[in-house]
């Protein structure tokens, strides 16, 4: 069975958003919401923690919004403005200073944090609406995922951009790299999930561009791809889809070990891994989040009080 050490408030944070504009915060160990906040205006496109645990920012229409995790007060302690559509993605550096969004406007942007002003300090264009990114270990390179197929890697440092395109005007849903910066994967929305392999000089600080080198293409799914997650410890990779399923792979040799299914035909929109890599969280489009270990096929836990569909997640229980 799943446990989880609860003190001084379970130091857990397990928090859910979809189309039924509200947030609901869990107890992962007994499936209760504890807290709901209304989130007016928007569905919930992306959900992030902050590195230092004390926020939880949601990706909205033309905003991005953040809630003090801790605090009775139901308002955003800061509303991130001036995209003009929806805010896709929305990730943070680990050391909690910088912000990173992208969206529908086709725009890339990264947010100083540092101080009072909140400004958008970069931006980087693409040609599509943006509809993922990610942030590779070393802090200086950004995945972005666009509609129209394209991946772009943008080297923070040097503002230097590598395009890969897997397959013209299949739009890529999803991109992650794993802990270790070894891996690089991307699903798209023929269901098929590609990975590279990773190089560069070694060091935060090194100036060698990363070299990527096509590692696996697996038709991971016969619907829409969804989400792409490496699990902390760079073992498995998982990926979600509009066929209604939660795939588990061995990063070893990228072979399936595990299928997660609920319920027939409904959208699996996100997913999150405990930080033992033993479990993992799926958000699907029929209103419920589920908790299951990596190699059962049924979940040890339902989470049930959404009203419509589950579009985003989030989970942190790093210490």
């Not at 264009?125 to 200086?140: E, F, G, S, W, Y």
């Not at 699903?187 to 600080?205: E, M, P, R």
Request: proline letters at 4%.
């Amino acid at each position: 069975s799943y446990h989880i050490k609860m003190d001084s408030g379970s130091n857990i944070l397990f928090i859910t958003g979809g189309y039924d504009h509200c947030l609901k915060f869990w107890y992962p160990h007994d499936g209760v919401c504890y807290r709901t906040i209304p989130h007016p205006d928007s569905q919930v496109n992306r959900l992030q923690i902050t590195p230092d645990r004390r926020y939880v920012v949601s990706a909205a229409y033309q905003q991005i919004r953040m809630y003090d995790v801790t605090s009775s007060d139901h308002s955003p302690v800061y509303v991130f403005e001036g995209m003009s559509k929806n805010v896709t993605s929305v990730g943070f550096y680990q050391n909690g200073n910088f912000m990173y969004s992208g969206g529908e406007d086709s725009m890339a942007r990264i947010w100083d944090l540092r101080g009072h002003s909140q400004q958008c300090q970069r931006l980087f264009q693409v040609n599509a609406p943006v509809n993922c990114m990610c942030l590779h270990p070393n802090q200086a390179t950004l995945i972005v995922g666009d509609q129209s197929g394209t991946v772009h890697v943008w080297d923070l440092s040097t503002d230097y951009n590598e395009q890969l395109i897997p397959e013209p005007e299949v739009a890529i849903h999803s991109v992650h790299i794993d802990t270790d910066g070894a891996y690089l994967s991307a699903v798209n929305s023929k269901g098929v999930c590609y990975v590279w392999s990773l190089s560069s000089g070694s060091g935060v600080t090194s100036s060698t561009p990363i070299t990527l080198t096509p590692r696996t293409k697996n038709i991971a799914h016969k619907r829409y791809a969804l989400k792409c997650m490496f699990s902390p410890d760079s073992s498995l990779l998982a990926t979600t889809s509009a066929d209604g399923t939660c795939k588990i792979w061995s990063t070893a040799d990228f072979s399936l070990r595990n299928t997660l299914k609920r319920s027939a035909d409904k959208w699996v929109w996100d997913c999150a891994f405990s930080c033992d890599s033993q479990y993992i969280f799926t958000a699907s489009s029929d209103h419920v989040a589920r908790l299951w270990h990596v190699d059962q096929p049924l979940p040890i836990r339902e989470y049930q009080g959404h009203t419509k569909a589950l579009t985003a997640l989030a989970y942190s229980d790093r210490q």
